[in-house]
């Protein structure tokens, strides 16, 4: 079946602008993940949303991030102001219910803020 | 200390060689573990997980788990240069978030 889909692949930005990525998970997870990574860096946690809910939102950065998943399915991550060091790829992951965690990921969203 | 620790590597084996990738972290309350590869600029790629102490073997891979010195090992058996990559170990505490070491490049030469 499909996987994890990700929309822009790349996304080129200027300092201060408003940017919003989008996560299509695989179809039935509930569990949905945003992550960033850094070159050399492993990815780095912040938002889980378990259903429509943030379960756990302890790795945004600053109130300059905020993600939303209305229906259960797709997610928007959305940056405000957005500064050079949010530069990033930013990588969704999802999982079902069902699993011990085993989380799947999508091809990523490379962000460059100029 | 950092929560999962990686050699950065490379390490390089020669094709057919066991590769050996190590990994070490800090809370013992974590429950599962994971190796991921990553090739050069795609995504992280799940490729073995483990739960208990002990090894478990998936073809050419194997996870080798000890919860008493908390430490997760994979094991490549004959290397190939497909296998050249950066493998990221993944800790999860018993919440969902996954905690990732920086990663280990392999390099196998052939």
């Given at each position: 079946g499909a996987g994890v889909s990700q929309t822009p692949s790349?996304?080129?930005?200027?300092?201060?602008?408003?940017?919003?990525?989008?996560?299509?998970?695989?179809s039935g997870h509930t569990a949905l993940y945003w992550y960033r990574q850094s070159l050399g860096q492993g990815p780095e946690f912040l938002i889980y949303f378990q259903?429509?809910?943030?379960?756990?939102?302890?790795?945004?950065?600053?109130?300059?991030?905020?993600a939303v998943r209305p229906e259960g399915s797709v997610s928007t991550l959305k940056i405000q102001r957005t500064e050079r060091g949010d530069s990033a790829v930013?990588?969704?992951?999802?999982?079902?219910?069902?699993?011990y965690n085993e989380q799947f990921f999508g091809p990523g969203t490379r962000?460059?803020?100029l | 200390?950092?929560?999962?620790?990686q050699n950065s590597g490379p390490l390089s084996v020669p094709e057919g060689a066991i590769a050996s990738l190590n990994?070490?972290?800090?809370?013992?309350?974590?429950?599962?573990?994971f190796w991921y590869r990553q090739y050069s600029g795609k995504s992280p790629e799940l490729i073995m997980s483990i739960y208990s102490n002990g090894d478990k073997e998936d073809g050419r891979f194997t996870a080798q788990l000890n919860k008493a010195s908390q430490y997760v090992s994979l094991l490549i058996r004959d290397s190939q240069p497909s296998d050249s990559a950066t493998y990221l170990c993944a800790v999860n505490k018993g919440y969902s978030t996954l905690t990732f070491g920086k990663g280990t490049m392999l390099l196998v030469s052939p």
């Open positions: 790349n996304k080129v930005t200027e300092k201060g602008k408003y940017v919003e990525l989008r996560c299509d998970p695989i259903g429509t809910g943030a379960a756990d939102d302890s790795g945004l950065p600053n109130d300059r991030f905020f930013y990588l969704c992951a999802s999982s079902p219910q069902s699993s962000l460059t803020v | 200390q950092k929560e999962v620790e990994c070490t972290y800090s809370d013992r309350v974590s429950q599962s573990f």
